[in-house]
T-cell receptor, first 112, second 117 residues
Framework: EAQVTQNPRYLITVTGKKLTVTCSQNMNHEYMSWYRQDPGLGLRQIYYSMNVEVTDKGDVPEGYKVSRKEKRNFPLILESPSPNQTSLYFC???????????FGDGTRLSIL | AQSVTQLGSHVSVSEGALVLLRCNYSSSVPPYLFWYVQYPNQGLQLLLKYTSAATLVKGINGFEAEFKKSETSFHLTKPSAHMSDAAEYFCAVSDVPQRGSARQLTFGSGTQLTVLP
């Protein structure tokens, strides 16, 4: 089954404790992206990747890092999480930047 | 920079009534346009997309949208609402990139659709 898998689905943690949210897709997609969803703001892009070893900032990259060492994986790293990063995060992928994106089921992060 | 405006953060309709969810965009060139639906505790699913072909686009679950360049609009409609249509709907625009930059998808703030029995 074609899918985008995010882990964990839920996480409660404390300020400053590094965390990684994994994202994996099994569709051989080149384009991958991370979004955060906040009430009344829709989805805002954090980072995206056009292909392996090619990443770039989206609209709200501050406080986040990503890497793309393999085509299927695109982890989101919060080196020093802060409460304003409490949000619902979505990973998405597509064949290329012109195609509709397939979304994971989301990761709800709470930073205390 | 492109932007997307969804008028009405909450829309309520009766079962069997017309659904109309509004979306206006700003873009300097004809963009790609999308409608996504999000059910509770799930990711977004593509409903339909416009990529410069026919201006009336048909999607899944009986939804359709019409691209109107003169009005910079891409409103989503469904003739008869069903209880299962209750969800949050997002309009998104993807602009043609400038040299060296990637196409970026910008989402509206979403419209929560409630279907009343």
């Amino acid at each position: 089954e074609a899918q985008v898998t995010q882990n964990p689905r839920y996480l409660i943690t404390v300020t400053g404790k590094k965390l990684t949210v994994t994202c994996s897709q099994n569709m051989n997609h080149e384009y991958m992206s991370w979004y955060r969803q906040d009430p009344g703001l829709g989805l805002r892009q954090i980072y995206y990747s056009m292909n392996v070893e090619v990443t770039d900032k989206g609209d709200v990259p501050e406080g986040y890092k990503v890497s793309r060492k393999e085509k299927r994986n695109f982890p989101l790293i919060l080196e020093s999480p802060s409460p304003n990063q409490t949000s619902l995060y979505f990973c998405a992928s597509s064949f290329n930047q012109n195609q509709p994106q397939h979304f994971g089921d989301g990761t709800r992060l709470s930073i205390l | 920079a492109q932007s997307v405006t969804q008028l009405g953060s909450h829309v309520s309709v009766s079962e069997g009534a017309l659904v109309l969810l509004r979306c206006n965009y700003s873009s300097s060139v004809p963009p790609y346009l999308f409608w996504y639906v999000q059910y509770p505790n799930q990711g977004l699913q593509l409903l339909l997309k416009y990529t410069s072909a026919a201006t009336l686009v048909k999607g899944i679950n009986g939804f359709e949208a019409e691209f109107k360049k003169s009005e910079t609009s891409f409103h989503l409609t469904k003739p008869s609402a069903h209880m299962s249509d209750a969800a949050e709907y997002f309009c998104a625009v993807s602009d043609v990139p400038q040299r060296g930059s990637a196409r970026q998808l910008t989402f509206g703030s979403g419209t929560q659709l409630t279907v009343l029995p």
